[in-house]
């Protein structure tokens, strides 16, 4: 069976990555998607996790795992909500910005490219690794890539 793999996404003004790294962990609480919930729902420990800054940022930033499988969430005050535990595993190497999601073909049926306004969604195997792969790229690399009117000159 293959392994699934998620993404998640945080505004960085409400909850950036280096807080989550320095609490070691938090409870994925607030979604109030359904079709968020029901990707909670089905997320397992050991599950790896993408952590995506939203808002200005747009990159996802860090590795996580899931640490606890999906729970009443305890912030809803009705329905049928669920929260999951992650914790952080590694900053990426770098921030793999949207605008270089978007211009990899490889990444053309990504759900964040897709669903954009999903906070909570899966990656295929392949995506996942390629977004990793993506993050370890050297900086330099991305640069010579990039158009002449974007690189900068010292």
């Keep these: 069976m293959p392994q699934r793999c998620w993404l998640v996404k945080q505004e960085p003004a409400d909850y950036p990555w280096s807080r ?31 952590y995506y800054h939203s808002g200005a940022e747009k990159a996802v930033v860090g590795l996580a795992e899931v640490a606890r499988a999906a729970y009443p969430d305890p912030t809803a005050k009705d329905g049928d909500w669920v929260a999951v535990d992650l914790k ?10 949207l605008a270089e999601i978007k211009a990899d073909p490889a990444l053309k049926n990504l759900s964040l490219v897709r669903q954009s306004r999903l906070s909570v969604m899966p990656v295929g195997e392949a995506e996942f690794e390629r977004l990793l792969a993506l993050a370890e790229r050297a900086t330099k690399a991305v640069a ?8 900068r000159h010292p």
Excluded: C, I, K, Y
Excluded at 26 to 41: D, E, I, P
Excluded at 144 to 151: G, M
């Design 144 to 151: 010579r890539a990039a158009p002449r009117s974007l690189r």
């Design 88 to 97: 952080p595993v590694r900053a990426l190497a770098r921030p793999v910005p």
């Design 20 to 50: 989550f790294v320095a609490e070691g962990g938090t409870a994925w609480t607030g979604v109030r998607n359904f079709q968020a919930r029901n990707h909670l729902r089905a997320m397992q420990p050991g599950d790896p996790v993408l």
